[in-house]
């Protein structure tokens, strides 16, 4: 059975997701690292992918709302790059729109606390672009 990790990339964070089943995403961790320094970030995440045993990474993959692929997107695109060389897996770029202002709602409808929410979205929003793979891919499995 394959294991996947979500990650929902910032410049200065990392959220992380995980799902062993192949079924259900749940949150790991948040990682932090010095603002826009994506070769520090990809050594953290591959860390996190070698102590694991990850299969398939699930890269969040910004688009803006007219499928246009802008700067965010771009360093995305970057960021697979380098984790590709530091840790040899597949890397799968997902369209993660609205997954941050998903995961808001959902802590907010939860009665999250501000101080909860701005620590916990990161991962959150991983949890969101992961489970929308995993969902998509079984899907397509029927």
Known sequence: MKKYLGLDLGSKTIGISISESGIIAQSLDTLRFPEDNYQQAAQMVSKVVIE??????VLGYP???NND???RGKISETFRDL???ACQVEVVLWDERMSTKTALRTMISGSERRKTQKQKKDELAAVVILQNYLDYKGASLC
């Not at 694991?52 to 990474?57: A, G």
């Open 52 to 57: 694991h045993h990850i299969d398939v990474v």
């Open 63 to 65: 688009k803006h709302m």
């Open 69 to 71: 692929v802008g700067i």
């Open 83 to 85: 984790l590709l060389n």
